[in-house]
């Protein structure tokens, strides 16, 4: 199985800062990988696919880059309402998941 | 507007079986694939099983290979899991997601049912 590594578990932010997520890979997922953002008691929603393409209806805040192994998920300007947990999943192979980076207010 | 509804889950006796179904509506089921993902409480998200659009392949996480059947019914617009010789493991809560080919993200996600197995 691949596995997914990312980092931080935990990231302390402040509302109006630009962050970026990592993701790696254990092996090369090409780019099949997508983000998913999940807020507390929600079901998880598609950010991003296939590394940087973007999905109607979520925010121009939110943008992905990577290839292969290392990947990133910025947000350009935090807002409060982005305080959530943020997975990312390969399909390059059988799904997996990465463990998640929670986002909480500083 | 798409949706998925699951329904099926609740509490049940290690060993013994359950059967989820998600009822899809908003777009034409029999052109998607379907998976089914879990969540553990307060854990990450796994994925279970993947079915074709047609129900001609099917795939499986090696946890529930054996145990879990994934299958649909285009006719009704409804997905199943069956699950067999439950363990305290699976307890979760439980996704039905739309996809497409094997690669493909999940692209919408329902409200979850939440399937709690103890004695």
């Known amino acids: 199985d691949v596995v997914l590594t990312q980092s931080p578990a935990t990231l302390s932010v402040t509302p109006g800062e630009r962050i970026s997520l990592s993701c790696r890979a254990s092996?090369?997922?090409?780019?099949?990988l997508h983000w998913y953002q999940q807020k507390p008691n929600e079901s998880p929603r598609l950010l991003i696919k296939?590394?940087?393409q973007s999905i109607s209806g979520i925010p121009s805040r939110f943008s992905g880059s990577g290839s292969g192994t290392d990947f990133t998920l910025s947000i350009n300007g935090v807002e409060l309402e982005d305080l959530s947990i943020y997975y990312c999943?390969?399909?390059?192979?059988?799904?997996?998941f990465g463990a998640g980076t929670k986002l909480e207010l500083k | 507007e798409v949706q998925l509804v699951e329904s099926g889950g609740g509490l049940v006796q290690p060993g013994r079986s359950m059967k989820l179904s998600c009822a899809a509506s908003g777009f034409t089921f029999s052109n998607y694939g379907m998976a089914w993902v879990r969540q553990a409480p307060t854990k990450g998200l796994e994925w279970v099983a993947t079915i074709s659009y047609d129900g001609s392949s099917t795939y499986y996480r090696d946890s529930v290979k054996g145990r879990f059947t994934i299958s649909r019914d285009n006719a009704k617009s409804t997905l199943y899991l069956q699950m067999n010789s439950l363990r305290s493991e699976d307890t979760a809560t439980y996704y039905c997601?739309?996809?497409?080919?094997?690669?493909?993200?999940?692209?919408?996600w329902g409200q979850g049912t939440l399937v709690t197995v103890s004695s």
């Open positions: 997601t739309r996809t497409y080919y094997s690669s493909s993200p999940f692209a919408y």
């Open positions: 092996e090369s997922v090409d780019t099949y």
């Open positions: 999943q390969q399909g390059n192979s059988l799904p997996t």
């Open positions: 296939y590394a940087s």
